[in-house]
């Protein structure tokens, strides 16, 4: 087994340095901007249980900003350093249906949040064709996938009543620090990370790339919301008359659309708040453009060291 694991590195290894641009001019800086969207226990379209792609809500995508650099190893691969910015939302009264559809049971709840995310990531590109940038004859243009990680930094907000925007993850709105409710979460996680897309050269400078990028996060609180409601009488008990009331009534804000009381069982503690099963996802998609570093001139057939020299046959 560690003869295959060691035989298997080498050829990796002699696979990414082989045949192409280990040149100078193998570097890219980038800037690319975008939308992304959530996938998560809030928001979402408004048919319930639909997976993926197919549970978006149009109405919250926002703009993602993101830089780059780029080394691209060999005509296949590259490999791909990126900071993004971006600002995640989601509103469940987006969500309507007839009382006690799947639909209602979202829009019952009437949560909402908001989260900036800062994520660094590292991927790997593989290009389908040969690419090489700078060259605008031949080898100028590629689709290509890409796999990787990131670690990222979330906050999620929400307004309250009086129109505070107030930060969630202190307040432990599902008990979360609280005697028998386990930590608060941590406001920091990690994501693996997917995509596709295509790129080509506009001059022997400049590239252009558009791309679909999909997260899967190891999360489950980029919008506060994974497990069950917690019980109003521990939250006056810990925190106080006022200060517990005030925490309980932005972690259960059905009371705001229900005044009656009418349908409180709803929300009552120890009912499913969200699922934890399923962590936080997000999607974004994005046009870019590159600066190839280095000498302008291309080194490919006919030139070098941007001087036109005679083929060799």
């Not at 999620?156 to 969630?168: F, Q």
């Not at 009418?262 to 453009?289: C, E, H, M, W």
Request: proline content about 4%.
């Amino acid at each position: 087994m560690k003869r295959k694991i060691i035989i298997a590195f080498l050829a990796l290894i002699n696979l990414l340095s082989y045949a192409g641009n280990n040149d100078k001019n193998s570097h890219e800086l980038g800037i690319g901007i975008g939308a992304a969207n959530f996938l998560g226990d809030l928001g979402g379209f408004n048919k319930i249980g639909t997976p993926f792609l197919k549970d978006v809500e149009p109405k919250l995508f926002r703009p993602d900003l993101n830089v780059f650099y780029r080394y691209n190893i060999n005509y296949h691969f590259a490999a791909k350093a990126n900071i993004m910015f971006t600002r995640l939302q989601g509103r469940d009264n987006l969500t309507q249906g007839e009382v006690f559809s799947d639909q209602w049971y979202r829009q019952i709840r009437n949560l909402s949040f908001k989260s900036y995310i800062v994520d660094i990531s590292g991927t790997l590109e593989l290009n389908f064709l040969k690419y090489k940038p700078g060259d605008v004859d031949e080898y100028d243009w590629s689709p290509y996938i890409f796999v990787g990680g990131s670690g990222f930094y979330f906050n999620p907000t929400t307004t309250d009543a009086a129109g505070n925007k107030v930060k969630l993850q202190p307040l432990g709105t599902e008990g979360q620090g609280m005697p028998g409710y386990g930590d608060k979460y941590k406001r920091f996680s990690f994501a693996a990370l997917m995509g596709a897309g295509i790129k080509w050269n506009l001059t022997r400078r400049l590239s252009m790339a558009w791309d679909v990028v999909y997260y899967h996060t190891f999360t489950d609180y980029i919008d506060d919301v994974s497990t069950v409601y917690a019980n109003r009488t521990d939250f006056n008990s810990f925190y106080g008359p006022e200060q517990g009331q005030y925490i309980a009534d932005l972690a259960e804000r059905r009371v705001e659309i229900d005044p009656t009381n009418a349908y409180g069982f709803v929300t009552a503690a120890g009912v499913q708040r969200g699922d934890p099963k399923d962590k936080d996802q997000l999607f974004t998609t994005n046009i870019s453009f590159a600066i190839r570093l280095g000498e302008v001139g291309y080194r490919g057939r006919g030139y070098k060291g941007g001087r036109l020299q005679c083929p060799k046959f």
